[in-house]
């Protein structure tokens, strides 16, 4: 192993039969930038599998790994901040906008932020949606409320406290998709409004869309898919939304989808009502 400035440089002779001249052909130079200095690996001669000698040089200016995320030198300059107990943290930009993955995707990523009592249908337009999305060509990913709780929130109880952080981390989670460019989907009870709109603050203006499942409590009991209502009436769950936990509607939502007994549309049917939303918004185009 040789030295070469700051960096070493592995004897490459015992991978001969990796066919590296076929990588590197004869008379060929693959060059690493790397801030300030440039390395230039050296094609072998006709039939050798052996890498050249490694030759370092000044490189210019210019000749940095990319303008946008900055190199090794040392000379720019960052600003180190603290972040909630997060201490010298640093913002490292990238060189790929969320714009440039929306082009990429033919798409705007956003979050649309799905909330109802428990039985409401959630879930259930969740999936909805996200297939009508992927028959349309376009990319989504569901954050359930339940799923969650699996791995990212599975320390978490459903006491007031944790229902705070549970619906804080989802909101983070979810903001990292819609930078992605991906049209998320959350879909969880998540019942205290101040929570909500922690979570609509973390993105951009318009971006965080709020779908109320407007069920009563009534109609949600009598469906009670999981029998959650019915252990809770035996007083076997403790804090459950909507019997002895309050469900604080929103007051200003971009989509309420009111269902009663009798008349309650389809889930394609309701799913079609936020993608037509999504469609005048323009978030399903670039």
């Known amino acids: 192993m040789t030295a070469v400035g700051n960096f070493r440089m592995l004897n490459l002779s015992k991978f001969s039969d990796l066919g590296l001249s076929d990588v590197l052909p004869s008379k060929s130079t693959a060059v690493l ?19 050249g ?29 603290t972040v909630g107990d997060s201490s010298n943290i640093v913002w490292h930009k990238s060189s790929v906008e969320k714009s440039d993955r929306e082009e990429l995707l033919n798409q705007k990523g956003c979050v649309i932020w799905i909330t109802g009592l428990s039985g409401s249908g959630k879930s259930t337009l969740a999936c909805a949606l996200s297939h009508a999305l992927h028959a349309r060509g376009k990319l989504s990913y569901i954050l359930d409320g339940d799923n969650c709780r699996r791995g990212l929130n599975s320390d978490l109880s459903f006491k007031a406290e944790d229902r705070a952080e549970n619906i804080r981390r989802i909101g983070e989670v979810a903001k990292l998709f819609a930078d992605s460019g991906v049209i998320c989907i959350a879909s969880l009870i998540s019942p205290y409004r101040k ?27 009598t469906r009670d898919p999981k029998g959650l209502y019915k ?40 799913a079609e009502i936020v993608i037509s939303y999504l469609e005048r918004k323009g978030y399903l185009e670039a």
Do not use: W
């Not at 030759?55 to 720019?76: I, P, Q, W």
């Not at 709109?197 to 949600?220: H, K, N, T, W």
């Not at 804090?239 to 509607?249: H, K, L, S």
């Open 33 to 51: 930038h790397t801030g300030g200095k440039k390395l230039s690996i050296c094609g072998g001669g006709a039939g050798s599998r052996v890498l």
């Open 53 to 81: 000698p490694v030759k370092v040089m000044e490189a210019s200016t210019g000749d940095v790994l990319t303008k946008n995320c900055g190199s090794f030198s040392g000379k720019n300059k960052v600003e180190i901040t």
């Open 195 to 221: 929570d909500r709109d922690a979570c609509r603050a973390l993105l951009p203006g318009g971006d965080f869309i709020e779908v109320y499942m407007d069920v009563s409590l009534q109609l949600c009991e």
């Open 231 to 270: 252990l809770a009436r035996a007083g076997k769950i403790k804090g459950f939304t909507g019997v002895d936990d309050p469900y604080e509607p929103p007051l200003n939502s971009e989509i309420v989808l009111s269902q009663r007994e009798k008349m309650c549309d389809s889930p394609s049917a309701l």
